[in-house]
């Protein structure tokens, strides 16, 4: 590099880092989080990239969500003490016997909300935290809580949505974890309550809205809720008001908005049952589909003025040829574009200004465009699309795929394309899936797309590797997540990370299957599992029993501490094969499955590299064959230390990096809750979510669970 070029980019570096740091400083000045963190289903469906230079950073910085995002993935984060793996377990490092960790259970809490009660497949509950720095308990005035839409008909006696404070374990001192919070009964007048989709709350967190359905006719719904209002058993019916009687109602109070094919309230009405409400803060504006294909606009909605519909040319067609049912949409502050799929396979853009829309070519032909709808990278300027079928022959007859569309793409376009997995004529939908750690800090859009894909079978989870924005032809498969060649619909992905754990970073994987489970945790039945997908990073310290995935979809285990080299190491891929990088000495445990290892047995022929877990719940790796002996082994306590059994070797391979909790008939879609500080509270960084049939919750019985539990042992 000359001189002359040299101080250029020194020069434009020092002024990305002046602009960024101007807006960090107007953030912090203008303190947009006074009234909280609100975190709901479209956090993980408006996502940035790291901006690349200033022009981005300014460009990012218009979206609310692009602070949200900053502040979840900035903030100093900690996992409970209940989490029960090395990385997070306050007991020492490689305890063994009574002093290994705990393995998963039920859950911290599990509430039931009724019999039949549910968040939905692919919905998500909203988490709502009064302070990016400090868990707040049901004795403060503004306690942290969590919502739930029950998916039930409201009425005097069931709520169809209810909320739950004293959330941690750490609030236990103040009274029951959790309490509820409120509960509604949102049937008004002749308006049945019962609702199917993900609700979103306000930036101050006051307001709730959503649709709900009687089945055939749909309603939007604004709220405004009151504290320690209402029970499971007796929800409150909040005071109907007219929309220009609504901003100055005493809580609690709600208006609506009845869904017709225009917006004068003189059209037919329509339903929705699929489509998710998307709300833009900076311009108060909602967005929201129909059964009909229509996208409905409202302005304004939580803050500026009294709520309306807006009018022509609103709503919308989404695609003339093919009115179908939407998906959730979602809002770009670049274009100005909405994106959204419809129930038919087609994908479209819709100005926001003059709405016109333009329509892709069919790009699902099996179960449609997923209800949870796009994923759009502000910052990248792409939209990602799930397909349950691609109507094309390289999986042997239809694949499931990702569909990678620029934000300004033409009429009759088909995107880029990625395979993950064969298909069929009836697939499962392919749920929307989640970007790692390393894709949003690359600072080029360089890293992984986890999707549970296979939707004509078995579903298997996929890792798409990303370089630089452009996706692979195929995904890498990972784990087949059922077992009994059993059909089993798989579910949203959901990735945290969590660069703070006194035993190192870690991240994981959150993905569910409505039955037959593969994991120990799942007993054979819908559960919710976890798999650790923390990648290898260049240069960054590492302590022992520390865990990786590397980009073969393997375990790797850090045998020493220290700090690794500045090149990706060349994996050996070998059970037990040990590798040198930079400081730090990684064996290889294995590939990441989903299926539990057996225990160890007496007077038993072993091949080589075969595993199993240990009397602690260790991996045990086959490193010399033979037969084991008559007795059970001593068994190391340290990751990569050796065991002397019979004629057998054993190399421990350290702690299995996956585990499960059951959820009859699979899982809702997961929030995590991952922002507080250190030693703020007990219990303050875990997933919520709710199972989508009946079992029997911690407390109050049996019905559908609305469900708190630990980030790594789901316990």
Known sequence: MNGTAARFVRIGGVL????TLGWILSLHAARPYEHGLPTDWSHGHVIFSQP?????????????????????????????????????????????GADAPASSSDGLWSQNMGAGA???????????????????????????????NTGLQSSTTKPSIIAYDNLYSGCSSIGTVPTVYWAYNTTAQTVPGTIKTSPIISLDGSQVAFVQTDGLHGTLVLL??????????????????????????????M?????????????????????????DYSGDVAYVGDSLGLLHKYHP????????????????????ANKTALTSP?????????????????????????????????????????????????TLQKVYVFSSNDNGATCGGPCAAVMQFSTTFVSGTSGTKTTVGSSSGTPNFLYAGDFDDAYYTSGNATGALYVCGNTGANPILYRVGITAGALPLVGLSMNTLTANGSKASCSTVTDAANPNLAGGAEERIFVSTQNNGRPAGCSGKGCLISFVNTPWQASTAYVAGQEILNNQARIEVAITSGTSGGATPAWPNTPAATI????????????????????????????????????????????????????????????????????????????????AIQATGGASGVIIDNVVGSGTMAGASQVYFSTLGTQTCTTGGSGGCAIQASQSGLN
């Open 118 to 148: 549910t968040v939905g497949a692919g919905n998500y509950p909203i988490k709502y935290s009064f302070s990016t720095t400090t868990a707040t308990c049901s004795n403060a005035a503004n306690p942290d809580f969590v919502i739930f």
């Open 301 to 320: 909605f939580f803050t500026t003025g009294t709520p309306a519909e807006v009018g022509l040319p609103w709503p919308v067609q989404a695609n003339a």
């Open 330 to 378: 979602v809002y770009d502050h670049v274009t100005h574009n909405i994106f959204v799929g419809d129930a038919g396979g087609y994908f479209e853009r819709i100005s926001s200004t003059t709405g016109v829309a333009t329509v892709s070519a069919q790009v699902d032909h099996g179960a449609g465009l997923s209800t949870d709808g796009p994923i759009l990278d502000q």
């Open 52 to 96: 690349s230079n200033a022009e981005d950073v300014a460009r990012m910085a218009q979206d609310p969500r692009y602070w949200q995002q900053f502040v979840r993935q900035k903030m100093v984060r900690v996992l409970s003490i209940e989490d029960g793996v090395p990385n997070a377990d306050p007991r020492p490092a490689f305890a063994t």
């Open 255 to 279: 208006t609506t908005f009845i869904l017709r094919t225009t917006a004068s309230g003189l059209g037919a009405q329509t339903n929705d049952v699929t489509s998710s409400i998307f709300y």
């Open 16 to 19: 990305l880092a002046l602009v």
């Open 580 to 659: 040198a990088d930079g400081g730090v000495t990684w064996l290889d445990q294995g590939s990441i499955t989903a299926v539990p290892l057996g225990g160890w047995v007496r007077n038993q022929a072993v091949a080589l590299n075969a595993r199993i877990t240990d009397a602690n719940g260790r991996v045990e790796i086959v490193t010399t064959p033979g037969t084991t002996g008559a007795n059970t082994p001593t068994w190391s306590a340290s990751p990569g230390a050796t065991t002397t059994d019979g004629t057998v070797t054993w190399t421990n391979g350290w702690t299995l990096p996956i585990s």
């Open 224 to 253: 405004k809720w009151k504290a320690n209002n209402g029970t499971l058993a007796v929800p409150v019916a909040p005071v109907f008001k007219t929309p220009a009687n609504y901003p100055s109602c005493t809580a609690p109070c």
